[in-house]
């Protein structure tokens, strides 16, 4: 059975970073692709972020040149680094998994909450 399990939300002010964790078991990081998603209530889920076992990444565009994914083999996890934060980027953040021959991400961790205030 696949688990996710986020870590390193938290509270910080604009232009402060947080490193998001996400620790994987039942599947490997580097045979699988992998996304950081987030939500605010009354919005849907947006994609931030997503690699893909060969190491290619994309990012939306309100993130580019601030968030980076990226992923440790060795400790079979997935991190998000996020810089230069601004309030906008307020959510809760999930990662997710699938097989890259899948379009859905089939799972996903529960979640971990950050805040950005100004």
């Known amino acids: 059975q696949v688990q996710l399990v986020e870590s390193g939300g938290g509270s910080v002010q604009a232009g402060g970073s947080l490193r998001l964790s996400c620790a994987a078991s039942?599947?490997?990081?580097?045979?699988?692709?992998m996304g950081w998603f987030r939500q605010v209530p009354g919005k849907e889920r947006e994609g931030v972020a997503r690699?893909?076992?060969?190491?290619?990444?994309a990012y939306v565009d309100s993130v580019k040149g601030r968030f980076t994914i990226s992923k440790a083999s060795a400790r079979n996890t997935l991190y998000l680094q996020m810089n230069s934060l601004k309030p906008e980027d307020t959510g809760m953040y999930f990662c997710a998994a699938r097989l890259c021959s899948r379009t859905d991400y089939t799972y996903w961790g529960q979640g971990t909450q950050v805040t950005v205030s100004s």
């Open positions: 039942g599947a490997t990081v580097s045979r699988v692709c």
């Open positions: 690699i893909t076992p060969g190491g290619a990444t």
